[in-house]
């Protein structure tokens, strides 16, 4: 069977990017799929939280609203904390110290790395309700996986690295992503359209038989 490449571009702070990560994971076994990981920061601040969403309290009641939309079409609702996210301490985090965290990560131990910190990063958002904006909650991921903590450190606060989300940003201007979850299969430049995960093995199916 042919191989697919496929551009994920994806945001920590994403509900939806939670939902079709762990379908592509069981996907990607079965298909022979070679994910590459794209981070696309949402808003990079408070400053654009602000821009965007509006006070704290006004920004985390609509995502929160979000939240729910997602959970009802989630495979494992279970696991997506609403009402401890509505109580926490914090101001609903943006995506940049997230982001900078997966690329480190990949930075050190590659591909299958930046997945294992995106996910790890999403449980820690959306199932634990942790503030990952927070360098802490991202460095205590990177121990989470067994990664060299003072590596991951040097990696994270590199310049380095924070170019390389950048460079993910600009592939998805080229490759005209606006939204995400975002799946491309670069064989075809086919944009999988999200949902239940046999939909998604259907277009891969067809996918596969283009590249044949």
């Not at 920590?12 to 590459?36: P, Q």
């Not at 490759?175 to 939909?199: C, F, Q």
Request: net charge neutral.
């Amino acid at each position: 069977m042919a191989s697919l490449t496929i551009d994920f571009f994806h945001d920590v702070v994403c509900c939806w990017c939670f939902n079709i990560s762990s379908r592509v994971r069981s996907l990607a076994d079965e298909f022979d799929l070679d994910l590459r990981h794209r981070t696309f920061v949402l808003q990079a601040s408070r400053a654009e939280m602000a821009a965007r969403w509006g006070t704290p309290r006004d920004a985390r009641e609509t995502i929160l609203g979000h939240w729910a939309a997602c959970r009802r079409a989630s495979d494992r609702p279970e696991r997506v904390a609403i009402d401890a996210m509505r109580a926490a301490p914090f101001e609903y985090p943006h995506g940049m110290t997230a982001a900078r965290g997966c690329k480190a990560a990949e930075r050190l131990a590659g591909q299958a790395a930046h997945w294992d910190m995106f996910d790890r990063l999403q449980q820690m958002h959306l199932g634990e309700a942790r503030n990952v904006a927070d360098a802490e909650v991202v460095l205590s991921a990177a121990r989470d996986l067994g990664l060299d903590a003072t590596a991951f450190a040097e990696a994270f606060d590199d310049p380095v690295t924070v170019r390389a989300v950048e460079a993910d940003r600009q592939r998805a201007r080229t490759l005209h992503v606006r939204s995400i979850p975002a799946l491309i299969v670069r064989e075809t430049g086919t944009r999988l359209v999200n949902g239940p995960r046999e939909d998604l093995a259907a277009q891969l199916r067809a996918d596969l038989r283009l590249v044949a």
